[in-house]
């Protein structure tokens, strides 16, 4: 309002004129009612969102709506797929890096589901990275990729190759090629950017503290080996002091990575509210004044 940053759930300002009128007119016109509170949305209008952007048309059947009930689309899940999206129709390449279990994985397939609704493509293959991956079946991969995408092209439906834990093969170098420069050994891709997309997920750098490192040595787990003769490093560091085992990036992949860091209080009530809405909504849980609000802050 009037160009200023507002909260929309206190109506408090939280920053002055970042905004002009002719710009908050033309995104009026366009339809972004910058002053809702999208936390407030149903699962429905969200969808209904992300097929407006990701150019999915109307399904006659009420059963393909939602792909995934069991998901939770919060806000941020929302933002992350349309950031994805955005992505896609610019031509940069997606590198994702996360805590395990933060929802990288799920919320790719849930885009993938949204954007094959209707139809019974296969359009999400998932390679699961990890040391003992070589370059012949990374080059497999994306082969078999190529063709599920000519397939799918017929249903009008993209094509996404997920590299999960890209950083922990010393491959990491051919996914480079294959997401940065579009080609594999050398060769052009078939369709990458138009019919067939590549997203990275890549495991944090983060050392172990100074106590678990000390525990880990203490217990003798394969630590027999000194930590100064050791030659598997990240720089200086000795791998087996990280708490994930990962490769350096390609300095061209590093400009591109997206954190999708680890689920915060804020994100993780969001969550714990919706689950508990949606019990309340199908019967689950009673009717009762207040019972989602005392329940979310309970668990």
């Not at 002055?16 to 149903?42: D, K």
Request: charged share 25%; with cysteine.
């Amino acid at each position: 309002r009037n160009g200023q940053l507002m909260n929309p759930r206190t109506a408090a300002v939280l920053d002055e004129q970042i905004m002009s009128p002719n710009l908050s007119t033309a995104l009026y016109t366009q339809g972004f009612r910058l002053q809702e509170n999208y936390e407030n949305w149903s699962k429905q209008r969200k969808i209904k969102a992300l097929c407006d952007v990701m150019g999915i048309p109307e399904c006659g059947n009420p059963e393909c709506g939602d792909p995934d009930p069991s998901y939770e689309l919060t806000p941020d899940n929302v933002i992350k797929i349309l950031a994805i999206q955005m992505r896609f129709r610019c031509g940069i390449p997606v590198v994702v890096m996360g805590e395990t279990g933060c929802g990288k994985t799920r919320l790719i397939r849930y885009m993938c589901s949204l954007q094959a609704r209707g139809t019974k493509a296969r359009n999400m293959l998932l390679m699961k990275v990890h040391g003992g991956i070589t370059r012949k079946d990374i080059i497999r991969k994306v082969m078999d990729a190529v063709k599920r995408s000519v397939l799918n092209a017929t249903l009008k439906v993209k094509t996404v190759l997920f590299f999960d834990e890209a950083n922990t093969t010393d491959s990491v170098g051919l996914i480079k090629e294959i997401m940065c420069d579009g080609r594999v050994n050398g060769h052009p891709i078939r369709g990458l950017g138009s019919d067939l997309h590549v997203i990275a997920a890549c495991n944090p750098y983060r050392k172990h503290t100074d106590e678990m490192i000390e525990l880990l040595e203490s217990a003798g787990l394969g630590y027999h080996v000194r930590t100064g003769d050791t030659e598997d490093r990240l720089g200086s560091i000795p791998l087996r002091q990280l708490v994930y085992r990962v490769h350096p990036l390609p300095d061209s992949m590093k400009a591109l990575v997206w954190d999708f860091g680890q689920l915060n209080r804020n994100a993780e009530r969001l969550y714990i509210r919706q689950i508990v809405s949606r019990h309340v909504a199908n019967g689950s849980l009673p009717t009762v004044a207040r019972l989602v609000d005392v329940a979310t802050a309970v668990l």
